[in-house]
């Protein structure tokens, strides 16, 4: 077993930081980090998969403001509220997809 270099603690075997001081022992390929910059950065910018998701989530949530909401304003207020949050909720979740398959796309394909 290795000590860490700062305070000399025992290191378990795969350890990144000291359990006792929290020192960085070892660099963990910046693995986690680099994931979720690739995530939302590509080369420096902000990724087209994002920007697409943005457009898709706000065309999506104008074009139930314009036909659907005000049906449903019609009938209740409980209505209109369940269907603004229906619409948010799905609306959020092609946002996901979006992202998801440009970072799958980027992934595999580089």
Do not use: H
Request: proline share 3%; hydrophobic share 50%; net charge positive.
């Amino acid at each position: 077993m290795s000590r860490c270099p700062k305070c000399g603690e025992e290191l378990k075997v795969n350890a990144i930081f000291c359990p006792n001081c929290g020192f960085k022992v070892k660099s963990d390929d910046g693995g986690y980090d680099k994931m979720i910059a690739d995530v939302i950065y590509v080369d420096g910018r902000i990724s087209k998969a994002k920007s697409i998701g943005v457009a898709i989530f706000l065309l999506y949530i104008f074009a139930n403001m314009f036909f659907v909401f005000p049906s449903m304003l019609r009938f209740s207020f409980l209505l209109f509220l369940g269907a603004v949050i229906v619409v948010f909720l799905i609306g959020l979740f092609y946002y996901c997809v979006c992202r998801g398959i440009g970072f799958v796309v980027r992934r595999f394909v580089n």
